[in-house]
């Protein structure tokens, strides 16, 4: 199993980022995908999360932390087995490392990416 975040990196207060994460070694589509943050001396926190859409439900469902909301969206792509963070109007409290989390609650599996920084500063 493995989780390969990228797409992190230095931006300006303002700008945007797009972070990618790879999936492979399990069925991607039947886990909810998750991106979860790290700043130096706090705690890991939820950032966004997106369900599987193979629920029997109306598609797709999303979950963002209120300190995102409105600036950050997830996505996707199971044909690629890559969920993606587009971050908008970064702030320097966005300053963190960001891991992509893999979860099936149904058969307790949990898996996590290796994380990328992303640094928002002048």
């Known amino acids: 199993v493995q989780l390969v975040e990228s797409g992190g990196g230095l931006v300006q207060p303002g700008g945007s980022l797009r972070l990618s994460c790879a999936a492979s070694?399990?069925?991607?589509?039947?886990?909810?995908m998750s991106w979860y943050r790290q700043a130096p001396g706090k705690e890991r926190e939820l950032v966004a999360a997106?369900?599987?859409?193979?629920?029997?439900?109306?598609?797709?469902?999303?979950n963002y932390a209120d300190s995102v909301k409105g600036r950050f969206s997830i996505s996707r792509d199971n044909a690629k087995n890559t969920v993606y963070l587009q971050m908008n109007s970064l702030k320097p409290e966005d300053t963190a490392v960001y891991y992509c989390?893999?979860?099936?609650?149904?058969?307790?599996?949990?898996?996590w990416g290796q994380g990328t920084q992303v640094t928002v500063s002048s």
């Open positions: 997106i369900t599987s859409g193979s629920e029997i439900s109306a598609g797709e469902m999303t």
């Open positions: 989390n893999a979860h099936n609650a149904y058969i307790n599996h949990d898996y």
């Open positions: 070694g399990f069925t991607f589509s039947n886990y909810v």
